[in-house]
Nanobody, 125 residues
């Protein structure tokens, strides 16, 4: 599956942003999906994951209660609604697809075989 992330931008702290990830291919609904991010000078980290049917989700502690991951299998899309943004949320955000991941723990990069190109999110204080 090929992935294309979009929706990033420059926003002020406390505001919201919604990222989207469009997938190509007819097997999108068979993949678990995840969002990762990489801040300058830091390793890429897991943000949120969702099961193939949207029934299970998992969030990193740093974004829990602020971010919401969702998917629309009919539209081959996964989204990340980000509320109450903080400067420390500044990063390049990547969507990724996995046939191996189930969202009951943080996703590992090695479990995700397909990656989008990333979209920049910058949160100013």
């Amino acid at each position: 599956v090929q992935l294309q992330a979009s929706g990033g931008g420059l926003v002020q702290a406390g505001t919201s942003l919604r990222l989207s990830c469009a997938a190509s291919g007819r097997s999108f609904s068979s993949y678990a999906m995840g969002w990762f991010r990489q801040a300058p000078g830091k390793e890429r980290e897991f943000v949120a994951g969702i099961s193939w049917n949207g029934g299970s989700t998992y969030y990193a502690d740093s974004v829990k209660d602020r971010f919401t991951i969702s998917r629309d299998n009919a539209m081959n899309t996964v989204r990340l609604q980000m509320n109450s943004l903080k400067p420390e949320d500044t990063a390049v955000y990547f969507c990724a697809a996995s046939r191996a991941y189930f969202p009951r723990s943080p996703g590992r990069e090695a479990d995700f075989g397909s990656w989008g190109q990333g979209t920049q999110v910058t949160v100013s204080s």
